[in-house]
């Protein structure tokens, strides 16, 4: 009896599997990991070996959700639940560095918070300009690096002014890059990276993932392993699409000016339980 017919090699797509979670390399990113992985035993905020669970992300990406309602439980206007949020930025951050996250993005300002009244708007922008201007200091001996993303041309002329002397003044930071993503959309981000290659000249039969994720914001940055939203919502709020394919999302019911170091600690022990498998 003839034995079954020998089959031809399979052939697979020229671009799978998708390049969104295969290593990045970029001197940016080299620095950063590198300098985030190596214990600085010369500081009493270092992170050892014993403050990193076994997997560590190394990208998380959070959903800042629940300022306004935080606010309105304690009686209190829209514009302290922010600045209670903004409280709760500056002990995660310093919690991220002790912990050696390697990149920390942060959704601060969607695009579609324009919608929003003036004077909240207005006191967004003034809060933030006023937490990078006053711990530029902090953040510098930490070694953390300050990136923007999203149209920061369209910010008002005096807070693009304050915030970009901040992030010149961290640009030498290397343990941990935070990305701030304020006047961001994902959307819109996708928006910008098809203008920036269809300026480039690139043959449409050239174009791939890596051609659309070097023309993204995060060019050169690993995509988030772990996105977190507080809250209780369960949406990402076109909030890093494109970047957040393969992504573990953890959600969880706390509003954010009550995430806390334990929250965030629970959340890197929930992403180390988990196996990703990317389709495999």
């Given at each position: 009896?003839?034995?079954?017919?020998?089959?031809?090699?399979?052939?697979?797509?020229?671009?799978?599997?998708?390049?969104?979670?295969?290593?990045?390399?970029?001197?940016?990113?080299?620095?950063?990991?590198?300098?985030?992985?190596?214990?600085?035993?010369?500081?009493?905020?270092?992170?050892?070996?014993?403050?990193?669970?076994?997997?560590?992300?190394?990208?998380?990406?959070?959903?800042?959700?629940?300022?306004?309602?935080?606010?309105?439980?304690?009686?209190?206007?829209?514009?302290?639940?922010?600045?209670?949020?903004?409280?709760?930025?500056?002990?995660?951050?310093?919690?991220?560095?002790?912990?050696?996250?390697?990149?920390?993005?942060?959704?601060?300002?969607?695009?579609?918070?324009?919608?929003?009244?003036?004077?909240?708007?207005?006191?967004?922008?003034?809060?933030?300009?006023?937490?990078?201007?006053?711990?530029?200091?902090?953040?510098?001996?930490?070694?953390?690096?300050?990136?923007?993303?999203?149209?920061?041309?369209?910010?008002?002329?005096?807070?693009?002014?304050?915030?970009?002397?901040?992030?010149?003044?961290?640009?030498?930071?290397?343990?941990?890059?935070?990305?701030?993503?304020?006047?961001?959309?994902?959307?819109?981000?996708?928006?910008?990276?098809?203008?920036?290659?269809?300026?480039?000249?690139?043959?449409?039969?050239?174009?791939?993932?890596?051609?659309?994720?070097?023309?993204?914001?995060?060019?050169?940055?690993?995509?988030?392993?772990?996105?977190?939203?507080?809250?209780?919502?369960?949406?990402?709020?076109?909030?890093?699409?494109?970047?957040?394919?393969?992504?573990?999302?953890?959600?969880?019911?706390?509003?954010?000016?009550?995430?806390?170091?334990?929250?965030?600690?629970?959340a890197l022990a929930e992403f180390a339980r988990r196996t990703r498998r990317f389709g495999r």
């Amino acid at each position: 009896m003839a034995g079954p017919e020998a089959r031809s090699p399979l052939e697979r797509p020229t671009d799978a599997p998708p390049i969104a979670h295969a290593p990045v390399h970029g001197a940016t990113q080299a620095a950063v990991l590198d300098a985030a992985a190596a214990p600085d035993a010369g500081t009493a905020e270092s992170s050892g070996p014993e403050d990193r669970p076994a997997d560590l992300p190394r990208h998380v990406a959070i959903i800042m959700d629940g300022n306004r309602r935080w606010a309105r439980e304690r009686g209190l206007s829209e514009l302290e639940g922010h600045a209670a949020g903004v409280e709760a930025i500056r002990e995660l951050l310093r919690h991220a560095v002790r912990r050696g996250v390697p990149v920390l993005t942060l959704y601060a300002f969607s695009r579609e918070n324009w919608a929003r009244s003036d004077d909240e708007v207005m006191g967004l922008f003034a809060l933030l300009e006023g937490a990078i201007r006053d711990e530029t200091d902090e953040l510098r001996e930490q070694g953390v690096r300050i990136r923007l993303l999203g149209r920061v041309e369209e910010l008002p002329l005096d807070t693009r002014s304050s915030i970009e002397g901040a992030l010149a003044e961290t640009s030498g930071g290397e343990r941990l890059l935070l990305n701030v993503a304020f006047n961001y959309a994902g959307r819109t981000e996708l928006v910008d990276a098809v203008r920036r290659v269809a300026a480039s000249g690139i043959e449409p039969s050239a174009i791939d993932e890596s051609t659309i994720s070097a023309a993204l914001y995060t060019a050169g940055l690993p995509d988030p392993d772990l996105v977190i939203r507080t809250g209780g919502e369960h949406r990402l709020s076109n909030f890093l699409i494109w970047q957040s394919a393969y992504a573990e999302l953890y959600l969880c019911d706390l509003l954010w000016p009550d995430f806390g170091p334990q929250a965030f600690d629970e959340a890197l022990a929930e992403f180390a339980r988990r196996t990703r498998r990317f389709g495999r």
